[in-house]
């Protein structure tokens, strides 16, 4: 079953203690699509400039992307541009120019609309909702935002979390979000805002998912080098949903097996650890569905007791 | 088999955002054998001044903590006060006065040297040595030190690592001891050092062990409540190696169960978890076995997939 992803695909300039890249494929969508392609059929919606590379539209479609919901609209593309700090823990932005991104009204094409899986990147609240009510019966509908959107869209927010099954943040944004310093205090109030579903992610500390009173910790992927953490988190996300989707999983199901969801997160850690090993999307140019069962089962011995 | 520990014992002040104590028990030697109590048998090596309550004397015996190795000295007991950070994720040191602790020269008692298991606490890495000279043949030696002697006793700590099957310190300690910064080639750096196991301890993000090619990762416990994370380490340290105690383990073994060490690791991060739910050793006053076994599972709940 297909997931629809709804996001920015732009290009970035990034610079970390490993080097230092003017112009790369970036974007909460690409990445996304990217990382969820190896477990599922993706279809997106994102809008590019004319400048839009035919090679990066071809790294896409290698990887059996549907891109009819790929708008090109006059102008250029998305930019960004950040500088990590030595221990990669930290970045600073130091250029955004949404350029056609600032006008993007999602549309989804005829074909998308009896999709199953629904994942809308960190774009204005009203959009995502916009979104999903272009949908006709999802099965599963969650997505990601940011500090930017809790604190000054505050209610839109609240409103479109009502229709999404899960949430999937970062603990910063928890913590913003609830009002609570505590994440298992923020997580019993976030659950209680609309997501059945909270996954909250904690960079190179792993992950967490919380669902009614249970919840599951996973610890980080231990890399020896961290070349780019740019968009880490949106390949979490990816390997997150794209697993569910793979398995047919349904959220609203009673008899829902939980360890599907234990495992989802697992994939996204997998997913978000092997972005990290190259610059921006590089890793993906490469990457087999073999490496990234392999790493699962590396997670398994490594946790095991 | 008999578990000795040799460290502080010391009467803290505290002030966390849950309120202030201007004396209570405190000190390395104190938490690791309270921890370690509830697994086997524990003697201590510590030093303690004229001032000394019978009522904290009372609470170790209480847990049939031996004694023997408990010197009095003139003066008073060693002194420590602190203050946390509003997250408790940081905290300043106020006070320091070692009193009888300046001189202390750890003999250990005749009826403790043919023990199995020895546990050396944060002390000076000269004295951790001639404790560990003093023993007849253990079967586990490991300890714990802290950037002080890592920055200011380098040639004698590594001299002291030489002797120990493993080193028990946080990820901070871990990078100055290595010079590196990724946690997993510092691992290899330390093992070269003499231990052949390593456990880095990360606070609220859990703990890791390292052994040979082999490493093991567990999240921490998401307490709703950190009340005073004042021996949350000495704990897991005691813990740990309690419960290696508890097992006959031995590190030496060609044919050891490596699943037994990573149980090792729960077993710490359950006792480091419950040192943090009340200030001080407060506790160890109501801890029952029961609970840490429930605690055990609920770390398996939380961490299978």
């Known amino acids: 079953m297909s997931l629809i992803v709804v996001g920015s695909v732009a290009y970035d300039a990034v ?3 490993h080097g230092r890249i003017d112009r790369m494929l970036g974007g909460a969508c690409t990445y996304i699509s990217l990382a969820a392609s190896y477990y599922t059929k993706v279809g997106i919606v994102a809008v590019v400039g004319e ?29 960004w541009s950040g500088k990590y700090s ?16 600032a006008d993007f009204q999602p549309k989804l094409p005829a074909s998308y609309r009896a999709e199953s899986y629904l994942l809308l990147g960190n ?29 000054g869209s ?45 996954v909250v992610k904690r960079g190179e500390y792993g992950a967490m998912l919380f669902r009614g009173d249970s919840y599951f910790v996973v610890p980080g992927y231990l890399l020896e080098e961290v070349f780019d953490p740019t968009g880490a988190g949106d390949c979490f996300a990816g390997g997150f949903v794209g697993y569910l989707a793979q398995c047919g999983f349904d959220l609203r199901d009673p008899n829902l097996d939980p360890k599907i969801l234990h495992r989802a997160v697992i994939h996204g850690s997998v997913m978000g650890s092997f972005c990290c090993e190259k610059f921006g999307v590089d890793r993906f140019r490469t990457l087999t569905r073999a490496e990234i069962d392999g790493r699962f089962e590396e997670f398994r011995r490594f946790t095991e007791f």
């Open 154 to 198: 505050r209610a839109a927010l609240l409103e479109t979390l009502k229709g999404w099954d899960f949430l999937l943040i970062n603990d910063s944004e928890a913590r913003s979000l609830s009002g609570e310093s505590n994440l298992k205090r923020a997580a019993r109030k976030i659950l209680d805002m609309g997501p059945s579903t909270l």
């Open 51 to 79: 400048d839009f590379a035919q090679a990066d539209v071809d790294l896409l479609a290698s990887r059996a992307i549907d891109l009819e919901g790929l708008e090109r609209a006059p102008g250029k593309t998305f930019f």
């Open 86 to 101: 030595d221990d990669m823990n930290d970045r600073e932005t130091l250029q955004t120019d949404l350029n056609v991104f």
């Open 15 to 17: 610079e970390t203690p």
């Open 123 to 151: 774009i204005q609240p009203d959009l995502q909702r916009a979104v999903r009510d272009q949908m006709t019966n999802p099965r599963l509908v969650g997505g990601d935002t940011m500090n930017y959107w809790i604190d």
